[in-house]
């Protein structure tokens, strides 16, 4: 078994749960240069419309970082859900 094994397994069973890629860019002054901005682009799995994930982060950015945060855009991806089955009507041969 691989050593990875348990943690893609852990981020399947949350993907199924409806945790999404999120990709949030923090736009931020730099703190020596405060009329420059940068930019910084971070990936996590997350869960929407919430995203403790992304917020537990920009909250540790706020108390641990000196650069200010100017604003932040995310971006998601489609939940992973189980397939979809429905009923066929009618089955056409040729």
């Known amino acids: 078994m691989s050593r990875y094994a348990g943690r893609d397994h852990d981020e399947l069973a949350k993907r199924l749960d409806g945790w999404r890629l999120t990709t949030a860019e923090v736009l931020y002054y730099m703190p020596d ?3 420059l901005i940068q930019s910084f ?3 996590t799995l997350d869960l929407a419309p919430k995203y403790p994930r992304i917020h537990r982060f920009l909250d540790y950015w706020k108390r641990e ?3 200010v ?3 932040v855009r995310l971006a998601t991806g489609e939940t992973l859900a189980p397939p979809a089955m429905r009923r ?3 089955i056409f041969h040729h």
Do not use: T
Request: charged share 15%; net charge negative; hydrophobic share 55%.
């Open 41 to 43: 682009v971070w990936q």
């Open 65 to 67: 970082i000196e650069a």
């Open 88 to 90: 066929v009507e009618a």
């Open 69 to 71: 945060i100017h604003s």
């Open 33 to 35: 240069h405060p009329a």
